[in-house]
């Protein structure tokens, strides 16, 4: 077998992912964006501390999609806290726009104070959930999201 032929690690990675993705539960899917919304925020603390903006930059724009991505498949009827996580996630993502506008650590620091909780709750209540399938609502979604 020739080298073009091998996928590459890269190639490899990312398949994985792809498939993890298509295969995750809804809640599995849920604390995999937290996951990744607070990689996403502390690698931009951290690149705004070494006044790295464009490191800094890139990620506060992913952390803002994924918040959007969060936002939009919230069902804030489905239970009694939807309203709140829905003003928490608007004031996170315009928070971020300013952390990035203005190079300001602090609200980028303040994003990760406020959310990193949240993603511990998610897990917390993805362990306690029996490992089959979730079930979906009436409306295609599980736990308020979809």
């Known amino acids: 077998m020739t080298l073009l032929m091998m996928p590459n690690a890269d190639a490899r990675r990312a398949r994985y992912n792809r498939e993890a993705v298509l295969n995750a539960t809804p809640v599995r899917l849920l604390t995999m964006l937290y996951d990744r919304l607070l990689l996403d925020l502390n690698r931009a603390e951290a690149a705004q501390k070494e006044q790295n903006w464009g490191v800094a930059s890139e990620n506060l724009v992913h952390a803002q999609a994924i918040i959007s991505e969060l936002t939009t498949s919230l069902n804030v009827d489905a239970w009694n806290?939807?309203?709140g996580l829905f003003a928490l996630y608007t004031y996170a993502s315009t928070a971020l726009m300013g952390a990035n506008a203005h190079r300001d650590v602090a609200r980028t620091t303040e994003c990760i104070a406020l959310l990193e909780p949240l993603r511990q709750t998610w897990h917390e209540a993805a362990e306690s959930?029996?490992?089959?399938?979730?079930?979906?609502?009436?409306?295609?979604?599980?736990?308020?999201?979809?």
């Open 81 to 83: 806290g939807g309203e």
């Open 129 to 146: 959930l029996p490992a089959q399938p979730v079930a979906t609502n009436s409306t295609g979604n599980a736990l308020g999201f979809g």
